[in-house]
């Protein structure tokens, strides 16, 4: 069975630092691979989302970053955390052809 | 803009009542998926709807895509305390790649009162 994981499930940094989000996937191979961030009791925001090894798309300009070193691996980074930056920041992956998405029990960050 | 708008975005009933929550779009959508949001969890998907003017029933929870494929409910009858939660809509677009990405409503937040 597939299964997602995402760590750390809680980060508080101060503004300034930087940032690394893992995310890795089990069961699977050659998923489709997002990363969204959600406001407090609010709808998902896509923020990239990658094909396979190497590709990214961003979805919205903003100050974070993404890479897939390895098939089943997803990071979201950012050189500098603005206070902007706090929220729940989910992982999710999906088949091509299957739109479900599955996702990750989430990170969430708060920048202070 | 919000392609996907839900509706209500909060809703407090007391258990054993009915509720409906809609996810409405001006845009055709291939198929609708409805999620469930426990607080502090990741989205789990309970339904995907394909076809328009179909019906599918999950225990208590009916749900419904529109004729047009522009539209979804969600229907929950007797509700329950454990109903509570983030209830998300979403449908899918296609990117240039090939790869589905969705686009979610903004939710509707429900709690069932004992």
């Known amino acids: 069975s597939q299964t997602i994981h995402q760590w750390p499930a809680t980060l508080v940094q101060p503004v300034g630092s930087p940032l690394s989000l893992e995310c890795t996937v089990e069961g699977t191979s050659n998923p489709n691979l997002y990363w969204y961030r959600q406001a407090a009791g609010r709808g998902l925001q896509l923020l990239f989302y990658?094909?396979?090894?190497?590709?990214i798309s961003s979805e919205v300009p903003q100050n974070l970053s993404a890479s897939r070193p390895q098939d089943r691996q997803f990071i979201l980074s950012s050189k500098k955390l603005l206070l902007s930056d706090s929220g729940f920041y989910l992982c999710?992956?999906?088949?091509?052809?299957?739109?479900?998405?599955?996702f990750g029990p989430g990170t969430r960050l708060l920048v202070l | 803009t919000q392609l996907l708008e839900q509706s209500p975005q909060f809703l407090s009933i007391q258990e054993g009542e009915n509720l409906t929550v809609y996810c409405n779009s001006s845009s055709v959508f291939s198929s609708l998926q409805w999620y469930r949001q426990e607080p502090g969890e990741g989205p789990v998907l309970l339904v995907t709807?394909?076809?328009?003017?179909e019906v599918k029933k999950l225990k208590r929870l009916t749900f419904q895509f529109g004729d047009a494929r522009k539209d979804s409910s969600l229907h929950i009858t007797a509700a329950q305390p454990g109903d509570t939660g983030l209830y998300l809509c979403?449908?899918?677009?296609?990117?240039?790649?090939?790869?589905?990405?969705?686009?979610f409503g903004q939710g509707t937040r429900l709690t069932i009162n004992p």
């Open positions: 990658s094909v396979g090894i190497g590709q």
């Open positions: 709807v394909v076809t328009g003017g």
């Open positions: 979403a449908g899918p677009l296609f990117t240039y790649q090939g790869a589905q990405k969705l686009v």
């Open positions: 999710a992956w999906s088949v091509d052809w299957d739109g479900t998405q599955y």
